[in-house]
């Protein structure tokens, strides 16, 4: 009988003894049977929320994940190992991330569309697999491995992300400049049925800019994909926070849990409740009034007087060439969604008003 198998990529650093990311509370929510199986995936380097006793190292081990990309590669390959031991054909594939381990679930998607799954017992040539993935231009091997070796036929059926940051980048040796590379199909993929990105308004840390996935392609590719905008910095979105500092971030892990459900995915709505209850009870307040971090802290603030050179906005828009980022507020497109919790904050009179939303916005539930 057919099962669903659920992938949770956690974001860098984020794991089972640290403070909770909605990667673990959605794993607590998820009941193991012969219907549905799950692996957790704690993390690459080490980033979490960004404390002050803390920030230095993550600064530092985040930039040497950037430079070389060395684990978004691992956590792949050990993402797709552990579909291969759990998959049979006719399984549905559910795939979740925060932080970077959300850049990995979309690769782990990519590398599923573009390759297959290994037939089990042939873990040997993962690394191959990630290899031909990962290749910009090796079509006919890839189509000769995949047949040979690899079922095609999975169907991922939800990809649910929170927060997704940039994570591959490399060096030019023409240019010696750091450039970014885009894993093929992590934009924009049509095995994907369902996607869902919750994303955060109030980040401003250059090396925290939205990986976003491509607007305008629901319904024209076949994959129903909404992203929305929720209030706060990158780990109140993903969570990751001292629980009594982190109740905004039970409003985009209670959204993406609902809108998973309605695709399929088996939650313990006892166990959800109580994890629900126990984030949202730490706030005062009403979970929508509750603290806003402020990410952009010690040497986080140092890092956006580092010369950056790129365009904030689509289309040309926006700067160009050379510049300070000094905190740039991110870019919302117009007629983006952005959830109801945001607009019931700004009419709280807290003093909440995001400069960036733009002057039309859909409003998700």
């Not at 099962?3 to 640290?18: E, P, Q, R």
């Not at 803390?54 to 190992?81: C, E, K, P, W």
């Not at 549905?92 to 037939?119: D, M, N, Q, T």
Request: net charge positive; charged share 25%; glycine share 10%.
């Amino acid at each position: 009988m057919p099962k669903n198998i659920v992938v949770l990529m956690d974001g860098t650093g984020n794991d089972v003894a640290s403070d909770a990311t909605n990667v673990l509370r959605l794993a607590k929510m998820l009941p193991e049977n012969e219907n549905q199986k799950f692996v957790y995936d704690p993390g690459i380097g080490t980033e979490g929320a960004p404390t002050r006793d803390l920030v230095g190292r993550r600064l530092l081990v985040t930039t040497i994940d950037l430079g070389f990309g060395s684990g978004v590669y691992d956590n792949v390959a050990a993402g797709y190992r552990a579909i291969i031991d759990r998959y049979e054909p006719g399984d549905r594939l559910y795939l979740f991330g925060f932080s970077r381990g959300a850049y990995v679930a979309r690769a782990l998607a990519g590398l599923i569309s573009k390759v297959g799954i290994l037939e089990r017992g042939r873990d040997n040539l993962v690394p191959y697999a990630v290899k031909i993935y990962a290749a910009p231009t090796n079509i006919g091997i890839s189509k000769t491995f995949t047949k040979t070796f690899c079922d095609r036929s999975a169907e991922i059926r939800f990809l649910g992300i929170w927060d997704t940051v940039k994570s591959v980048f490399s060096v030019d040796l023409t240019t010696k400049r750091l450039t970014s590379v885009s894993l093929p199909r992590t934009f924009l993929n049509n095995s994907v049925a369902v996607v869902r990105h919750a994303v955060a308004i109030d980040e401003r840390r250059r090396f925290f800019r939205p990986n976003l996935w491509s607007e305008g392609q629901s319904g024209e590719s076949g994959t129903d994909a909404k992203q929305v905008w929720f209030a706060g910095v990158h780990s109140d979105i993903g969570g990751g926070y001292p629980i009594k500092d982190n109740a905004l971030s039970v409003l985009p892990l209670e959204w993406m849990v609902r809108e998973a459900m309605k695709h399929g995915l088996m939650i313990d709505e006892t166990r959800m409740a109580r994890v629900l209850t126990s984030v949202a009870s730490s706030a005062a307040a009403a979970p929508h009034l509750a603290v806003m971090n402020d990410s952009l802290v010690g040497r986080w603030r140092y890092a956006e007087y580092l010369p950056k050179n790129g365009k904030l906005g689509p289309d040309g828009g926006g700067r160009t060439g050379w510049y300070l980022p000094k905190g740039e507020k991110r870019y919302i497109r117009e007629g983006a969604y952005i959830h109801s919790s945001v607009i019931d904050r700004m009419a709280a009179g807290i003093g909440y008003a995001p400069g960036n939303l733009p002057k039309s916005y859909l409003v998700e539930e």
